[in-house]
């Protein structure tokens, strides 16, 4: 990890081969590449004066504020160890982004192409096993070799302001300490532009682009465009033609500016023991609004700012760390075989929740009455996928059977995701709730959706009507009534006028509709169908 960050950063900022009057730079650049076993440990922050509302991610925010800890364990170019932690947690914790009460930390292992995670929360690790081969692992790595070889060798650019502050003491996490030379490069946001410019003027230049990348990415980053037929080296050259046409002058007085800079501590045998970078990319206010979000009174600039701080030792020496024992990871193979296994990466874990998302879920066969085209065939099927309807004997639904109050506030509660609340009923036909529904009802009494009747019950197994159901319902969401909507069912004088206001509010959210000959038929017994159409829609509204 430390050693892919250094070089994706030094390349993509286009520093390597850039450095002739600081050669010590560039040698050690290129000795970095041979590295194969190392240990390191490295910090990165992100800042933004960025104002942001939502909650959630102003504890992210926080969190990459105080900064993300990565130490590392490379015994080779197959077998690495890392551990993912956080500075400050504390903003993250309790909630609903780490709710586990263990500080958040991951433990990942590399092993040829396979991976192996485990969080703070998790009892084993999660296995990725790939059918890449070792072999074609290195041929990789040797083709990314050869690559950054080949930019180093190739750009002409020259840095102008790389100084050297001369040799100074590193201490290193592992308790060591190294004498090394200070050599400091910064760069604005011109030089950054001219430095870009001629990195992918060469590269575009070079014969075998297309199959180095190919080489590396495979696949994965295609090296020609399907539609246009257009190479990498073509977008590269397209891409120099615009950058030719910023005028860095401008940007900066409407705003725009980019401000680098890098220090690296240098030893004796030429390794980076330590780097420090610091990006900022500063940038008018209006670019808010014209992305939609309203621009702060008094904000003319924000700013993202991007830090790392890495530390290295034992380069090109001998690295051990205690891989995981096989009764300790849980494949993705294993998973899809026996799904009940994801319980043991647990549900406060992200790597559970990611887990659960890949274990395979049986799918259950369509019921054998409710036809592919039936107009609620999709709600009833996912209502059955949310275990909030089931059928009868024989894989039936009976979608036109009348629904009796106690199914319906079974379905209701599981719908509208309540929690279950106890309460004593003290209706007078209470005895008469059946087993099964006895918790919902309670649930449904308690949060104030079902009220009885005058006469002191429930009529817990006396089919619902349709105007019952939707009082009901309505209730459940807590909207506000529309009391000024007027309907225009055929049949609407025929509505109670204690349902009135709720088929009102239902009809204008959209959770009921009138039949094809607009009657809103109120008193008639709702229909299984009709039940799993409204609350689907009510679900939907929910979400």
Same mark, same amino acid.
């Given at each position: 990890?430390?050693?892919?960050?250094?070089?994706?950063?030094?390349?993509?900022?286009?520093?390597?081969?850039?450095?002739?009057?600081?050669?010590?730079?560039?040698?050690?650049?290129?000795?970095?590449?041979?590295?194969?076993?190392?240990?390191?440990?490295?910090?990165?922050?992100?800042?933004?004066?960025?104002?942001?509302?939502?909650?959630?991610?102003?504890?992210?925010?926080?969190?990459?504020?105080?900064?993300?800890?990565?130490?590392?364990?490379?015994?080779?170019?197959?077998?690495?160890?890392?551990?993912?932690?956080?500075?400050?947690?504390?903003?993250?914790?309790?909630?609903?982004?780490?709710?586990?009460?263990?500080?958040?930390?991951?433990?990942?292992?590399?092993?040829?192409?396979?991976?192996?995670?485990?969080?703070?929360?998790?009892?084993?690790? =999660? +296995?990725? &096993?790939?059918? #890449?081969?070792?072999?074609?692992?290195? %041929?990789?790595?040797?083709?990314?070799?050869?690559? @950054? *070889?080949?930019?180093?060798?190739?750009?002409?650019?020259?840095?102008?302001?790389?100084?050297? =502050? +001369?040799? &100074?003491?590193? #201490?290193?996490?592992?308790?060591?300490? %190294?004498?090394?030379?200070?050599?400091?490069?910064? @760069? *604005?946001?011109?030089?950054?532009?001219?430095?870009?410019?001629?990195?992918?003027?060469?590269?575009?230049?070079?014969?075998?682009?297309?199959?180095?990348?190919?080489?590396?990415?495979?696949?994965?980053?295609?090296?020609?465009?399907? *539609?246009?037929?257009?190479?990498?080296?073509?977008?590269?050259?397209?891409?120099?033609?615009?950058?030719?046409?910023?005028?860095?002058?401008?940007?900066?007085?409407?705003?725009?500016?980019?401000?680098?800079?890098?220090?690296?501590?240098?030893?004796?045998?030429?390794?980076?023991?330590?780097?420090?970078?610091?990006?900022?990319?500063?940038?008018?206010?209006?670019?808010?609004?014209?992305?939609?979000?309203?621009?702060?009174?008094?904000?003319?600039?924000?700013?993202?700012?991007?830090?790392?701080?890495?530390?290295?030792?034992?380069?090109?020496?001998?690295?051990?760390?205690?891989?995981?024992?096989?009764?300790?990871?849980?494949?993705?193979?294993?998973?899809?075989?026996?799904?009940?296994?994801?319980?043991?990466?647990?549900?406060?874990?992200?790597?559970?929740?990611?887990?659960?998302?890949?274990?395979?879920?049986?799918?259950?066969?369509?019921?054998?009455?409710?036809?592919?085209?039936?107009?609620?065939?999709?709600?009833?099927?996912?209502?059955?996928?949310?275990?909030?309807?089931?059928?009868?004997?024989?894989?039936?639904?009976?979608?036109?059977?009348?629904?009796?109050?106690?199914?319906?506030?079974?379905?209701?509660?599981?719908?509208?995701?309540?929690?279950?609340?106890?309460?004593?009923?003290?209706?007078?036909?209470?005895?008469?709730?059946?087993?099964?529904?006895?918790?919902?009802?309670?649930?449904?009494?308690?949060?104030?959706?079902?009220?009885?009747?005058?006469?002191?019950?429930?009529?817990?197994?006396?089919?619902?009507?349709?105007?019952?159901?939707?009082?009901?319902?309505?209730?459940?969401?807590?909207?506000?009534?529309?009391?000024?909507?007027?309907?225009?069912?055929?049949?609407?004088?025929?509505?109670?006028?204690?349902?009135?206001?709720?088929?009102?509010?239902?009809?204008?959210?959209?959770?009921?509709?009138?039949?094809?000959?607009?009657?809103?038929?109120?008193?008639?017994?709702?229909?299984?169908?009709?039940?799993?159409?409204?609350?689907?829609?009510?679900?939907?509204?929910?979400?």
């Amino acid at each position: 990890m430390r050693k892919t960050v250094f070089i994706i950063l030094s390349a993509l900022l286009l520093l390597t081969g850039c450095v002739s009057n600081a050669p010590i730079f560039t040698e050690a650049f290129k000795k970095g590449i041979d590295v194969t076993s190392f240990e390191s440990k490295s910090t990165v922050t992100i800042d933004t004066n960025v104002p942001v509302q939502d909650d959630e991610l102003k504890r992210v925010l926080q969190v990459l504020k105080s900064g993300v800890i990565i130490a590392q364990q490379q015994k080779d170019l197959q077998n690495a160890h890392m551990e993912i932690s956080l500075q400050d947690p504390t903003p993250i914790m309790g909630t609903e982004l780490w709710p586990s009460a263990k500080k958040p930390a991951l433990d990942v292992y590399i092993q040829g192409s396979d991976l192996y995670v485990k969080s703070t929360a998790d009892n084993k690790f =999660l +296995g990725i &096993e790939n059918e #890449t081969s070792e072999q074609s692992q290195a %041929e990789v790595t040797a083709q990314m070799k050869k690559f @950054m *070889e080949e930019i180093v060798k190739q750009n002409p650019f020259t840095l102008r302001h790389v100084d050297i =502050l +001369g040799e &100074e003491t590193v #201490t290193l996490p592992n308790g060591s300490s %190294e004498t090394a030379t200070h050599v400091r490069i910064t @760069m *604005e946001f011109k030089e950054m532009v001219d430095v870009l410019i001629s990195t992918l003027e060469n590269l575009s230049k070079s014969p075998d682009l297309d199959n180095q990348l190919k080489s590396i990415f495979g696949e994965i980053i295609p090296t020609e465009d399907l *539609e246009t037929g257009t190479s990498v080296k073509d977008e590269l050259s397209n891409l120099v033609k615009e950058l030719k046409a910023v005028n860095a002058e401008e940007l900066k007085a409407a705003g725009w500016d980019v401000d680098f800079s890098l220090d690296t501590w240098i030893n004796s045998d030429k390794e980076f023991d330590q780097t420090d970078a610091v990006i900022t990319v500063h940038a008018p206010a209006s670019v808010l609004s014209e992305a939609g979000v309203a621009e702060p009174q008094g904000l003319k600039t924000i700013y993202f700012t991007l830090k790392l701080h890495s530390q290295s030792w034992n380069q090109n020496q001998s690295v051990t760390y205690t891989v995981p024992p096989a009764d300790q990871v849980i494949t993705v193979q294993q998973l899809e075989k026996d799904p009940e296994l994801v319980t043991e990466f647990g549900e406060e874990s992200l790597i559970g929740r990611f887990a659960a998302a890949m274990a395979p879920v049986e799918e259950q066969p369509p019921f054998a009455d409710v036809s592919e085209d039936h107009w609620a065939n999709g709600p009833i099927m996912v209502l059955r996928d949310s275990g909030i309807v089931n059928g009868y004997a024989n894989n039936e639904f009976k979608p036109n059977q009348s629904i009796t109050r106690s199914e319906f506030i079974t379905m209701t509660v599981k719908a509208l995701g309540l929690e279950p609340e106890k309460k004593n009923l003290t209706f007078t036909d209470k005895n008469q709730i059946p087993a099964w529904s006895e918790e919902y009802w309670q649930t449904a009494v308690q949060a104030g959706i079902i009220n009885g009747y005058e006469d002191g019950t429930l009529k817990p197994n006396q089919k619902i009507s349709r105007a019952e159901m939707i009082a009901i319902l309505i209730r459940g969401l807590d909207e506000p009534l529309q009391n000024g909507y007027k309907l225009n069912y055929k049949d609407t004088k025929e509505i109670p006028a204690w349902a009135i206001p709720y088929v009102k509010t239902a009809t204008v959210n959209g959770i009921v509709q009138g039949s094809s000959d607009n009657r809103f038929a109120p008193h008639k017994n709702a229909s299984r169908a009709e039940v799993a159409m409204v609350l689907f829609n009510v679900m939907i509204g929910v979400e």
